[in-house]
């Protein structure tokens, strides 16, 4: 068991820089949460506060229900991984995973079944004899994972273990992360800008932005049901596309009103903007919401020009100009488009989301 709660927990640093406000975090037992948000958002700050590398300046941190305030990193049973790997040049990889367990006084025949256990899930067993020099980027990351892994502590903390990794061997870290998640049945907390890492690898996200939560849900929660406009911007790619319209009744109906077109509302969204005519909103919807459809309905559709074409192989992305907007339609590689082509879109209302104008 390893449940982790941040209750209100601040962090100011002496020159009175406010990194984190009143984070309240509940970290289930089992659970893998991702904190993400943009750089200098606070997440390494609240990692080292859970891991006990810097102080709590208000609120209180409970591992498994006791507070852990004063508790000392080295008896919190917590194992970090860094950015930078962290690993002892002078050691090979054998005596770096080993380190962490010698000084806690393991004894030798211990040290030596989980660090090789701990090499066999990391499929790092040939490269036990080198140092740290001899490895990798991708080698290394795995000696700094089996480091924490021999020491089977309670919960692993992540602090953007991948940001120096080429792209692919992201990705292939990021499986391999989540399957070492599967197979430890450990608490983990991940820190990460990369918002697609955190689609993919969490149960559950914290959307960071100057120091304050903004958001903490399932990825999907996030994804379809965004607070506000930052985490709708923030979480998924390419990102949502954003209108600013005015809602005007007409015909007893509520319409949104680009510069020169209308777009009617349906019953949803009249029921939460019936309160807003006359006013100015931000109506959001994902690129995969905007359906390309030539025999759309003037009333239901805005027409757009396609600017550029991007094509990705198993989808192509529409660059496009309303006139008054610009937006990002993710279509299907079926049909081609050309720049100059003009179109029609029908945004999918279910899934619009209306912001208020900051
Ligand atoms: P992130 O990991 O999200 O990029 P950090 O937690 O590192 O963000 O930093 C949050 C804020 O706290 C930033 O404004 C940063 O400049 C500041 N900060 C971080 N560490 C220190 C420190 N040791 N002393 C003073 N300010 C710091
Ligand atoms: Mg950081």
Request: with cysteine; charged share 25%.
């Amino acid at each position: 068991m390893a449940a982790v709660q941040l209750k209100d927990i601040s962090k100011t640093y002496t020159n009175n820089v406010h990194a984190v406000r009143n984070a309240n975090i509940q970290v289930l037992d089992k659970e893998f949460v991702v904190l993400v948000g943009p750089s200098g958002c606070g997440k390494t700050t609240t990692l080292r506060m859970i891991a006990g590398l810097e102080e709590i300046s208000k609120g209180q941190l409970y591992i498994d229900g006791k507070l852990v305030n004063d508790i000392p990193p080295k008896d919190r049973d917590i194992a970090m991984v860094f950015q930078n790997y962290a690993l002892y040049p002078h050691m090979n990889v054998y005596d770096n995973m080993a380190f962490g367990l010698k000084i806690r006084k393991f004894s030798k025949q211990a040290i030596e079944k989980r660090v090789q256990e701990a090499a066999h899930i990391l499929d790092i067993e040939a490269l036990l004899d080198r140092k740290p020099k001899a490895l990798s980027g991708g080698q290394r990351q795995r000696v700094a994972l089996g480091r924490a892994i021999v020491r089977q502590p309670k919960v692993f903390l992540f602090d953007e273990p991948l940001s120096n990794l080429d792209a692919k061997l992201r990705v292939q870290m990021r499986a391999e992360i989540s399957a070492l998640h599967q197979r430890l049945q450990a608490t983990m907390i991940y820190v990460t800008h990369d918002q697609i890492e955190a689609m993919t690898m969490s149960d559950k996200i914290v959307v960071m932005k100057d120091g304050d939560i903004q958001q903490t849900g399932a990825p999907l929660d996030l994804y379809n049901h965004p607070i506000n406009k930052f985490v709708a911007g923030f979480i998924g790619s390419p990102p949502m596309n954003f209108m600013t319209m005015t809602i005007t009744e007409k015909n007893q109906k509520l319409w949104g009103s680009l510069d020169k077109q209308t777009l009617l509302l349906s019953d949803e969204l009249t029921t939460i903007a019936k309160n807003k005519v006359s006013q100015q909103v931000i109506f959001g919807i994902r690129p995969e919401s905007l359906i390309v459809n030539e025999n759309a309905q003037k009333e239901t559709s805005v027409d757009a020009t396609v600017e550029i074409v991007e094509p990705l192989g198993s989808e192509v992305h529409l660059y496009i100009n309303t006139g008054s907007s610009q937006l990002i339609v993710r279509t299907s590689p079926e049909k081609i488009y050309h720049p100059g082509e003009n179109i029609r879109l029908t945004p999918d209302m279910r899934h619009v989301v209306l912001f208020d104008r900051e």
